[in-house]
């Protein structure tokens, strides 16, 4: 089941080994598992997602930057 959050801050993804990219400021989808996270959002009619560890997740909640709805 999937909730509600707005992303407020630098909040950032790896994308396979790549360099971390950014999740754009605004309203995200997420899905909970015991071990990550996953982020879906949409920048005009593009859709895009991302996965992130639940550790990271966790430290964005606390700081404020992922607000849940």
């Known amino acids: 089941m999937s909730q509600q959050a707005i ?9 396979g080994d790549g360099v971390l990219l950014p999740v754009p400021n605004g309203p995200v989808d997420i899905e ?18 991302a996965a992130i560890t639940r550790d ?8 404020g930057k992922i607000r849940l709805g």
């Open 7 to 15: 992303i407020r801050g630098e909040v950032n993804f790896r994308a």
């Open 32 to 49: 909970l598992a015991e071990d990550s996270v996953t982020l879906a959002w949409h920048e005009g009619r593009d859709a895009s997602s």
């Open 56 to 63: 990271e997740f966790d430290r964005y909640v606390r700081e």
